[in-house]
């Protein structure tokens, strides 16, 4: 039996594409993240902006110095890197900080895959040698950072969104409810087969706020839950502080660039690439999917 065989039969019943997602990616025996990933960048499995110049470490950094004072008006000062890949970007932002603000900054390291967090250390070794160096952190989980940096930090991530699992939305025609694509183990062909399921009338209910307004051409759609649940999870621990969120897209309508605060009283403001303005959280989110017999229509903001 392969282990997505085990998989899909274990599920006992259909498995969506979200939680097949999270299995592939994450999988502490089989995911690709969590055991198998070989390196990010020119020897690696792919490569992202970071990896091949440093211009967007030279950005990040001047964005970094230039709201600092949001986290600490003196002495040290914690920056987190969410999904830190290779460690590229992390070494990049050091070199261009210069050796008196990286001796004060505290440059923490979010990270689930073993694979990876050995290629960051190795990356980032010689910033562990001596006097002046930024005091390095690694952890599993953004809660622990932001608790040793007592809810005040500057918070990035690069292609960290395109890293989580996603729901997929279909419909046959316009006027057809929107249902959940699932896998299913076909035992008489022994392959997977896809299903559509019927939502339930909480899943429903929260996606129709996005989907009643997708052009009548579009049969499928991505919706980041996970993405959300993700920002849900650790908003309560930021008290201050900004996040920048920067993720490549093919197509201008499926990016998600986003500027991110916390107003000091426990929210979390988000905007569309423009930075804080809005009082409840909000991103574009949904995004229509690539298949064959899809159309793309605009990305859609998904109020939570």
Request: glycine share 6%; with cysteine; net charge negative.
């Amino acid at each position: 039996m392969t282990p997505l065989q085990r998989f899909l039969t274990d599920a006992e019943g259909d498995a969506t594409v979200e939680a097949f997602m999270r299995w592939a990616l994450y999988d502490s025996e089989h995911g690709y993240y969590a055991r198998r990933i070989a390196d990010v960048g020119q020897t690696g499995d792919f490569s992202t902006s970071a990896t091949i110049a440093p211009a967007l470490a030279l950005a990040v950094a001047a964005w970094a110095q230039s709201h600092r004072a949001d986290v600490a008006q003196r002495g040290r000062w914690h920056l987190i890197e969410v999904g830190p890949g290779n460690g590229r970007l992390a070494a990049e932002i050091l070199r261009a900080f210069g050796w008196w603000t990286r001796s004060r900054v505290t440059y923490h390291l979010i990270e689930t895959s073993a694979p990876l967090e050995a290629h960051q250390r190795e990356e980032l070794s010689r910033w562990t040698r001596g006097l002046f160096g930024p005091a390095l952190r690694w952890h599993a989980d953004l809660n622990d950072a932001l608790r040793e940096a007592d809810g005040g930090a500057l918070i990035l991530s690069n292609e960290f969104v395109d890293a989580l699992p996603c729901a997929v939305l279909a419909r046959s025609a316009a006027r057809d409810p929107w249902r959940e694509v699932s896998l299913r183990w076909d035992d008489t062909n022994q392959h997977a087969v896809e299903v559509l399921n019927e939502l339930s009338p909480e899943r429903a209910a929260e996606i129709s706020v996005c989907t009643q307004i997708l052009p009548s051409s579009v049969s499928r759609c991505e919706v980041h839950f996970a993405y959300r649940d993700w920002l849900k999870d650790w908003r309560a621990s930021w008290h201050r502080g900004r996040m920048l969120t920067y993720a490549a897209a093919e197509e201008r309508e499926r990016a998600l660039n986003a500027f991110t605060a916390g107003d000091g009283r426990g929210r979390v403001l988000i905007a569309p690439s423009v930075g804080p303005s809005a009082s409840t959280l909000a991103a574009h989110l949904l995004s229509p999917g690539r298949y064959s017999g899809s159309q793309s229509g605009p990305a859609l903001p998904m109020p939570w």
